[in-house]
């Protein structure tokens, strides 16, 4: 996997949410885990198999495709951030209005134990304790992560979810193969 600059400095755990459910979903989501281990912004330790799940607010839309990734990064939450949409912009993404398709959404979960809310950038993801799409994943990869907030796990957060959308084992992928290929 990719070696974050700067090893001295010390690193923070950040984990993603990717979704896409327009245009060719798989790759855009491979894709975006190959863009962000090529960008050197953060050393990716894990990544969940690809989940097919069921849109939220607008349901007339493609299922998406969804995944967790777990990693390293030196990177302030605002670097990580202009990384993260400046990956999106590479992927054509679109704008939208709230709850529409998505050719490719990068969301940042956590970013260690700090609590961030600001008007264009909030973290943890404020959605995150109902969106069953983040939680199963994660908690495949992560499941012992402590909420900065509700100071609960995420498989007690999974657990306590009431979002009761379908989620299907869609790919188990493997990050040494993606970015081999790429």
């Known amino acids: 996997m990719n070696n974050v600059k700067n090893s001295n400095i010390e690193k923070n755990r950040v ?8 245009g ?5 989501i491979l894709n975006a885990i190959v863009l962000l281990n090529n960008s050197g912004a953060i050393d990716i330790i894990s990544i969940s198999s690809i989940y097919e799940t069921e849109p939220i607010g607008e349901k007339n839309q493609a299922k998406f495709l969804n995944l967790a990734l777990f ?3 030196y990177l302030t939450y605002y670097e990580l951030i202009y990384i993260i949409k ?5 992927l054509n993404r679109k704008k939208r209005k709230k709850w529409l398709e998505r050719e490719i959404d990068i969301d940042i979960i956590f970013y260690d134990n700090k ?3 600001f008007p264009n950038l909030t973290i943890p993801h ?3 304790i109902n969106r069953k799409f983040v939680l199963l994943p994660l908690s495949k990869i992560y499941p012992d992560f402590i909420h900065p ?3 609960k796990t995420v498989m007690q957060l999974l657990e306590e979810c009431s979002d ?3 989620i299907i084992l869609f790919d188990k992928i493997n990050f040494e193969n993606i970015t081999r290929n790429n």
């Not at 060719?24 to 855009?28: D, G, L, Q």
């Not at 400046?86 to 590479?90: A, D, G, K, N, R």
């Open 71 to 73: 990693g390293l990064s």
């Open 126 to 128: 404020k959605e995150m």
């Open 164 to 166: 009761d959308s379908e």
């Open 149 to 151: 907030v509700y100071k």
């Open 24 to 28: 060719e979903r798989y790759n855009s």
């Open 86 to 90: 400046s990956i999106e912009y590479l």
């Open 115 to 117: 609590i961030v809310d």
């Open 15 to 22: 984990i993603l949410s990717l979704g896409s459910n327009l």
